[in-house]
């Protein structure tokens, strides 16, 4: 089962077009990615949005068969922390944060979203 990098965009958004083109290149280098772009202008694209409480736009959240969260990235990471994100969510690696876990990575796990600023 390969990781997915929803990628979450706004048609009015500068920097979304980057995000979706470096989810897209991953890809593009891996068989174990697929991507979806979600646009908050459509109605499934805003309930999705609203449903893990993405506020700003682009937002990239990760998940996989073996990380029980999704791993959420705002704004167009860096192409290391979306591979980082990619092999957690894949049982490649274990993230930094859940080594030092501590009181707001676990009340971000209460929501099952994991963010990284």
């Known amino acids: 089962m390969p990781a997915t990098i929803e990628v979450f965009t706004s048609p009015t958004c500068p920097h979304c077009p980057s995000a979706v ?4 290149e991953l890809a593009k280098e891996r068989d174990d990615i ?3 772009e979600s646009s908050t ?3 499934q694209g805003q309930k999705r949005a609203q449903k893990y409480g993405i506020m700003t736009v682009p937002t990239v959240l990760v998940s996989g068969p073996s990380h029980p969260q999704k791993i959420g990235l ?5 192409k290391s922390s ?15 944060e859940e080594k030092r876990e501590g009181f707001f990575s676990k009340l ?3 929501f099952n979203i994991k963010v990284k600023v």
């Open 21 to 24: 083109k470096l989810a897209k």
């Open 34 to 36: 697929r991507v979806i």
């Open 41 to 43: 202008v459509t109605a």
């Open 74 to 78: 705002q704004g167009t990471p860096p």
């Open 82 to 96: 979306l591979i980082k994100a990619v092999e957690a969510s894949l049982g490649l690696r274990v993230l930094e």
């Open 108 to 110: 971000l796990k209460k």
